[in-house]
């Protein structure tokens, strides 16, 4: 639809989602709700519900009955300068006019081009919820159907009894003969009809597009709905399925009344009512965002696949080495703005631009100059260019679309805490294992107005802060190849209000101790108050694992995952891209490995625009700049983290929370997402070798009486620390350059949001160089080392040096040099390691294995920055 | 009684010398270590007990015991535990012995184990299992027919398989069925004890010696009889060997086809002659004046040493393990330290005569470790020695790199030859550069002509949380395997060699995912 010559002006308040019916009993068209709530502000929602329903949505002019499909409109001439996304959509309700209501959900926002780019998305998701509605709907109007043939069948034996006992009558003079006999026809010709409805709806409900959405209703708990509206007067699918209809006479000759309220929406949808309306109030999170976010989101997604090739830091996705990268054209008219959100985008674009850069022909020539082997030898292996490829890479392969990005997973606040949303509304208690992870809820998250108190006002301080403006950026220069990678100075230090962050910070706070204290009894909704707990229920024991992978319980139900996945002692699930490990020494590995991999895992990611705009407080990063401030060691304890070495804070009991702080802070900087991956806040245990595998960032508790060392003699080589009792830090001394301007810029940051675009952007840097030494020399280089003719075999030092020689000639070429070469190579290391547990996936038990790089560490004094 | 005397009385010799401890001093090493290969580690878990057997089955595969009753084998290339595995023990395993163990794994047909044996015992438990036939159903060979614990196993020709501990019996491999028994009990000493290695000799006599805790080794001579068309082994006691330790013994080993050699716990080595059954050298590994000690070697009756009862030597300068190789180089781990000594002279042809003659160690390092020296292995290829301690860590030894560059490599000859050049790169043999042996000399302050060296520290695998019970190599693609106390197996692999390979793995599978799929 054509946009409006002249564009409206622009709507201060919000995007709103609003619900319309059109109620054929005496009010017609009219708003049933908006999410949020009074998010409509000032704009009449009664005249828009009336304009959209002006045209009558019906379902032909046939006799038959069917199940209406959904229609779509986008809506740009509205007068109070908002666009509309408008999904139509029909209930079947037994009282209403041709069994039909019609409903419609619109989302209205200020921005016309978020619609126009989301519109495929947006359907998507809309249709998604109406099928819930649907669903929801059907079993009611099943049970309706139901309770209709059951009265017809009622009325045809009340009517054959009232004949014969009239015949019986001695009194009978054949004056009333013809009223029976015409209720009877009435009555057949009603119940063939409504046999065939009954048939239609049930081959719907049967359909494979609905079975899913069926599932999830069937799984919702419905007694715990029953009790939780218990002085409602609603309908529930509980309410159908325990009560016993009582049949009733129909009188066929009698005019029907329609003196009675219509039935609501709730009581139409019954359980589906309930989760349409949360997946709509997730999905107004989701596109409340700015039009450049959900673009980023979109792209960012499409990264993600295949899985097994994503390159991810602190669970945002970087780079997918097998992805043919979406790269829209960089936008010029951004370079010349100067707010953040336009340096923003600048960046984020640059991510796809270079990664396009690669996919493009000229890169070959890029590629060929790199690599200094002959060329002739890439035509045995993978050509990364892959141009007449592309477009088998942008195929999704079947075997990871399991793994694609559900849409509906970052809505939530912290997309990386995932949570079942279906599953977690309709649950019985507040406590359930989700990935070997015991989650504590709110029961009463379903509150619209609690709801409203905590994801719309963060998406409303994310509105506000993309609408704020900086100062004008020093000049950028335009992306070029020789750019790639590259940190460009976009922009001066914003200025900030520091009343705001400090607030900001202040309320993170308060929810981390929540989160602490383990409170689930709240007056106002809190964040799933710590949706990473794992561990025990016991509050003492119970750990925050960031990374840890987690499993969609959509598909597999706490109740059932495959205990074959489940480490008992580590109370932890794992993954496919893992190996798995033996939990049953003395039985051979074919015995274990049988069914290990039936359940499948979603892996919860960051979208790095989401990671930047969000204040969660327990998003990762959070707090670097201000924990971090006065630190020159920084730069060293994030090139220990960025080449997988394990890093661990060291404090006594009492510095538990500010370590978990801090480890919040560092775990942007915790490459990978698998569980070899780990990020574990804060144990009372001793680091073991078994968290030498899979723990890269882990705060220890360091015991008061002389018990065991937080980190055993044994594995003191092996793992950095920082030591907070003795303020010792002991990591390796970076030597490169890339990393240098977070240690400068952190000098005067004044904004968390700036800097850690900067530090997205460095990162970036550092997964694109992965991606062309991943590409030129992993997947191309091969040492050929001759089969000797004497008969000792040829010496691993040879090889050895061989394969330097190469890498080192390649990194000159990058040009890379010392350190940052090693964070490529471990960046590069965790793609392959993915790649090969996809590999193996079905093959035999592989052990577990750490690579131990010497690094040599120095010590130094370096005390925490205790933030009041 | 003058040995008794002098081992009683006589202050303990300082381990080091105040001259040597200069050079031989506690070596640490920093995280980074370029000369170290071995930086991924597959962690092999099976075990839920101390695991304290490591043995080389085939090139490709290794078998491991432990004291959870446990025996496993494992294969090298990924790691994984195969299918052979068994728990027919109700004890700790005490030892194990593949008893169709190749010399040679240079070919790739010894990368299938289906026509292998073990054998494996744990208290009175003998179980002879051949790898193919484990299956559900098929019972290895179990025998309980020792009177006491089996410490030892021992292959003998003709099929045959000896184990000591109180008793000695001899099997009949193809069978199981036992052939012969000697009850040591009639051995007239008062200090008899078990017997804890045993080793087959075949001079004048076919017999074994078995060593206990006693200064004296034990012969025995294996008889063989018909009788009524029925073929029949006896062992006899023979009291031939004679005495020449001050301790008791505590390792065993052959060194060639005519000597055999014997360690103590009062740190002495003693090589024998097969077909004399005479000691005809001895080594003493605490000795620090490299003087000559030829004129030592005086028989001690095993009267005069009650091994134990009487005398209690220092941990520190017991014979822990004694690696043998080029049928001429003992590798002799000393309490915390090793020593590398030439049973022959240094590069003069082997005569009887000159056996007598050569007693100084080539190679030394008595602070090696911060505990015991468990075990040893090198590595030919590599020049590299490699220790494991009880001080949980596995460390790799190097010559010393002032004395390089060595010797040019001789033509490629026999593997033979190449191997032997390799151990005496090690020992410093072949710095034959004047210059070189004066500046050595020189920086050591020491008068002999044959200084001994002292090998570089290059790398330290720590990893194990325990003690380091044994090492083995396996190959350079293959990399290491050590197993400790800790219920750890660990292979340590070469880091770039596994990422070459695993680079070469994913060409292949991306290229068959994605690119061939492409029409």
Same mark, same amino acid.
């Given at each position: 639809m054509a946009q409006s010559g002249t564009e409206p002006a622009k709507r201060k308040e919000r995007d709103f989602i609003l619900l319309s019916e059109?109620?054929?009993?005496?009010?017609g068209p009219q708003p049933i709700c908006t999410i949020p709530d009074g998010?409509?502000?000032? *704009?009449?929602t009664s005249s828009f519900s009336v304009r959209i329903f002006s045209?009558? *949505?019906?379902?032909?002019?046939?006799e038959e009955f069917s199940v209406s499909p959904d229609s779509q409109v986008l809506l740009t001439?509205?007068?109070?300068g908002l666009f509309a996304y408008v999904h139509y959509f029909a209930l079947n309700d037994i009282e209403a006019r041709g069994y039909m209501r019609q409903y419609c959900l619109s989302y209205l926002t200020a921005s016309p081009s978020k619609l126009i780019d989301s519109f495929q998305r947006i359907k998507k998701d809309f249709s998604e919820v109406t099928s819930l509605f649907k669903c929801g709907n059907h079993k009611v109007f099943r049970h309706d159907l139901n309770a209709r043939l059951k009265d017809i069948e009622f009325s045809l034996d009340e009517l054959n009894e009232d004949k014969q006992r009239v015949e019986d009558?001695?009194? @009978?003079?054949?004056? /009333?003969?013809?009223i029976p006999e015409m209720n009877k026809s009435v009555l057949l010709k009603d119940r063939e009809f409504t046999k065939k409805i009954l048939d239609t709806i049930n081959f719907e409900m049967q359909s494979e597009t609905n079975k899913k959405f069926h599932e999830l209703i069937r799984n919702c708990d419905s007694n715990d709905v029953v009790r939780k509206r218990g002085n409602s007067n609603f309908y529930t699918t509980a309410s159908f399925t325990q009560s016993v209809h009582k049949p009733k006479r129909i009188m066929a000759h009698l005019s029907q009344r329609f003196t009675r309220q219509q039935r609501t929406l709730n009581e139409l949808s019954s359980l589906g009512y309930q989760l349409a309306i949360n997946t709509l109030k997730s999905l107004f999170e989701k596109y409340c965002r700015s039009e450049f976010a959900l673009r980023m989101e979109q792209m960012e997604s499409e990264?993600?696949? &295949?899985?097994?090739?994503l390159l991810t830091v602190g669970r945002v996705?970087?780079?997918? #080495?097998?992805r043919s990268a979406v790269s829209?054209?960089?936008?010029y008219k951004i370079i010349s703005s100067s707010d953040e959100e336009s340096l923003f985008q600048i960046r984020q674009q640059l991510k796809f631009n270079s990664s396009s850069l690669l996919n493009n022909e000229n890169c070959s020539s890029v590629l060929l100059y790199l690599d %200094?082997?002959?060329?002739?030898?890439?035509?045995?292996?993978?050509?990364?260019?892959?141009t007449p490829h592309n477009h088998s890479l942008m195929q999704v392969d079947p075997r990871y679309s399991r793994h694609?990005?559900? !849409?509906?997973?970052?809505?939530?606040?912290?997309? @990386?805490?995932?949570?079942d949303l279906e599953y977690h509304e309709n649950s019985d208690t507040n406590t359930r294992t989700h990935n070997g992870i015991y989650h504590q809820y709110d $029961?009463?998250?379903?509150?619209p107005r609690e709801w409203e108190g905590s994801a719309s006002h963060d998406a409303h301080q994310s509105n506000e802060r993309v609408s704020s403006s900086y100062n004008t950026p020093d000049p950028i220069p335009s992306p070029? !190849?020789?750019?790639?990678g590259e940190v460009h100075p /976009?922009?001066?230090?914003p200025q900030i209000n520091h009343s705001d962050v400090i607030k900001r910070l202040s309320d993170s706070h308060k929810d981390q101790e929540l989160v602490a204290s383990g409170s689930?009894?709240?007056t106002e909704y809190k964040e799933?108050?710590?949706?990473?707990?794992?561990?025990?229920?016991d509050s003492s024991r119970s750990e925050l694992i960031h990374s840890q992978p987690q499993m969609?319980?959509?598909?597999?139900p706490p109740n059932k995952l495959?205990?074959?996945? *489940?480490d008992e002692s580590s109370n932890t699930y794992y993954t496919p891209a893992v190996p798995y490990p033996p939990?049953?020494?003395?039985?051979?590995s074919h015995r274990r490995a049988s069914?290990?991999? $039936?359940h499948h895992e979603g892996y919860p990611f960051i979208s790095s625009v989401h990671l930047i705009e969000s204040s969660s407080p327990?998003?990762?990063?959070?707090?670097l700049v201000s924990l971090f401030?006065?630190? %020159?060691e920084l730069r060293d304890i994030l090139y220990c983290l960025l080449i997988g070495r394990p890093f661990a804070i060291i404090a006594s009991q009492r510095d538990e929370k500010l370590v978990r702080r801090h480890i919040r802070a560092l775990w942007?900087?915790?490459?990978?997402?698998?569980?070899?991956?780990q990020v574990i806040p804060?144990?009372?245990?001793q680091f073991d070798t078994d968290q030498l595998v899979n723990v890269r960032l882990v705060g220890i508790c360091k015991p008061?009486?002389?018990?065991?060392?937080?980190?055993p003699p044994h594995l003191e080589k092996h793992v950095s620390y920082w030591d907070w009792t003795t303020n010792i830090l002991s990591v390796p001394t970076y030597t490169g350059s890339l990393l240098n301007p977070i240690l400068t810029r952190t000098r005067d940051k004044k904004n968390e949001e700036l800097f850690m675009s900067l530090i997205e952007s460095i990162l970036l840097e550092l997964a694109l160089k992965a991606y062309v030494y991943y590409h030129?020399?992993?997947?191309?280089?091969e040492v050929i080392v001759s089969k000797?003719?004497?008969p000792v075999e040829p010496s691993p030092r040879k090889m050895h040096s061989v394969v330097k020689k190469d890498k080192v000639q390649f990194f000159s070429k990058l040009p890379l040099k010392e350190s940052d070469i090693n964070i490529v190579e471990y960046f590069t290391h965790v793609i392959s390691e993915q790649q090969l547990s996809e590999l193996t996936r079905e093959g035999s038990y592989r052990p577990q294995k750490v690579v131990l790089k010497g690094h040599n560490c120095s010590t130094r004094v370096c005390k925490p920055k205790r933030l009041t | 009684m003058a040995s008794l005397f002098r081992a009683i009385f006589s202050p303990r010799p300082s381990p080091v010398s105040n001259k040597q401890a200069k050079d031989d001093v506690y070596q640490t090493i920093a995280?980074?270590?370029?000369?170290?290969?071995?930086e991924e580690v597959l962690f092999?878990?099976?075990?839920?007990?101390? #695991?304290n057997h490591l043995k080389k089955i085939n090139k490709t595969h290794f078998v491991t015991g432990a004291d959870d009753n446990l025996v496993v084998v494992w294969e090298s290339k990924y790691g994984s535990m195969t299918?052979?595995?068994?728990?027919?023990?109700?004890?700790?395993?005490?030892c194990i012995l593949p008893?169709?163990?190749?010399?040679? /794994?240079?070919?790739?047909?010894?990368?299938?184990?289906?026509d292998h044996t073990i054998a494996t015992a744990s208290s009175t438990e003998l179980v002879i299992w051949e790898l193919?036939?484990?299956? !559900?159903g098929v019972n290895p060979k179990?025998?309980?027919?020792?009177?006491?614990?089996?410490?030892c196993l021992c292959l003998l020709r003709q099929d045959m398989l000896c184990s000591g501990g109180q008793d000695i019996c001899l099997w009949d491999?193809?069978?199981?069925?036992?052939l012969s028994k000697y009850?040591?009990?009639?051995?007239?000493?008062?200090n008899i004890s078990e017997i804890h290695s045993i080793l087959e000799i075949e001079g004048r006599n076919f017999g074994i010696v078995a060593v206990s805790k006693n200064p004296k080794p034990e012969f025995y001579e294996i008889k063989k009889s018909t009788v009524t068309q029925t073929v029949q082994y006896h062992l006899q006691f023979n009291d031939h060997l004679l005495s020449?330790?001050?301790?008791?013994?505590?390792y065993l080993t052959s060194v060639s086809n005519t000597l055999f050699a014997t360690g103590s716990e009062d740190g002495s080595v003693i090589v024998w002659s097969i $077909?004399?059954?005479?000691?005809i050298k001895r080594f003493?590994?605490?000795?620090?004046? *490299?003087?000559?000690?030829?004129?030592?070697l005086s028989q001690s009756t095993s009267?005069?040493?009650?091994s134990s009862t009487i005398i209690n030597f220092d941990p520190s300068s017991r014979v822990n393990f004694i690696l043998v190789l080029c049928q001429r180089y003992l590798f002799v781990a000393i309490g915390r330290g090793f020593k590398v000594f030439d049973v022959?002279?240094?590069?003069?042809?082997?005569t009887p005569h000159e056996l007598q003659s050569t007693h100084k160690p080539l190679v030394v390092h008595t602070?090696?470790?911060?505990d015991a020296i468990n075990h040893m292995e090198f590595i030919i290829e590599e020049s590299m020695l490699i220790t494991a301690s009880a001080d949980q860590s596995v460390r790799l030894w190097k010559p010393?790199?002032?004395?390089? &560059?060595?010797?040019k490599k001789p033509p490629v000859q026999k593997k033979e030859d190449m191997d032997k050049f390799n151990v005496e790169v090690f020992c410093g043999?072949?710095?034959?550069?004047t210059n070189q042996r004066q500046s050595l000399r020189k920086r050591r302050?020491?008068?002999?002509?044959?200084t001994p060296i002292v090998p570089t520290l290059v790398g330290e695998l720590m990893l194990?949380?325990?003690?380091?019970q044994s090492v083995l190599f396996m190959s350079s693609e293959d990399g290491l395997v050590t197993c400790g106390s800790d219920n750890m197996v660990l292979l340590w692999k070469n880091l770039d060699s596994e990422d070459e390979k695993r680079e070469s793995e994913l060409r292949k599978y991306l290229k068959e995912t994605y690119y061939d799929a492409v029409p």
């Open positions: 059109f109620a054929e009993i005496r009010h998010g409509e502000g000032s *704009f009449d045209t009558d *949505f019906q379902q032909g002019q046939s001439e509205t007068s109070d009558n001695s009194l @009978y003079n054949g004056c /009333y003969e013809d990264l993600l696949n &295949p899985l097994s090739s996705p970087m780079i997918n #080495v097998l829209p054209p960089l936008n %200094p082997l002959p060329r002739q030898r890439m035509v045995s292996v993978v050509d990364p260019l892959g694609s990005y559900d !849409p509906r997973q970052p809505i939530k606040e912290d997309p @990386y805490e995932k949570e $029961n009463d998250r379903d509150n070029t !190849p020789d750019m790639v /976009y922009a001066t230090p689930t009894k709240s799933p108050s710590n949706s990473l707990v794992i561990g025990s229920n969609n319980s959509q598909s597999v495959d205990l074959h996945s *489940f939990m049953f020494s003395g039985l051979p069914g290990i991999f $039936n327990h998003k990762p990063g959070k707090e401030k006065d630190v %020159p942007l900087f915790v490459a990978g997402y698998s569980s070899h991956h804060w144990q009372e245990e008061t009486i002389d018990r065991d060392p937080p980190i030129g020399h992993c997947l191309q280089s000797p003719m004497s | 995280n980074s270590q370029p000369h170290n290969v071995y092999l878990k099976g075990h839920s007990g101390p #695991v299918e052979l595995y068994h728990s027919y023990h109700t004890s700790p395993i005490t008893l169709s163990i190749s010399s040679d /794994y240079s070919t790739e047909s010894e990368t299938d184990i289906s193919k036939d484990i299956e !559900p179990i025998s309980t027919d020792h009177k006491g614990v089996i410490n491999i193809p069978s199981g069925k036992l009850d040591r009990s009639q051995i007239p000493d008062e020449f330790h001050n301790g008791p013994v505590s $077909n004399s059954l005479n000691a003493e590994g605490m000795k620090d004046d *490299f003087s000559d000690s030829s004129n030592s009267s005069s040493i009650m022959y002279s240094s590069d003069v042809s082997v602070e090696a470790h911060k010393d790199p002032s004395l390089a &560059p060595f010797q043999i072949h710095t034959n550069s302050s020491l008068p002999s002509q044959t194990h949380s325990d003690t380091v």
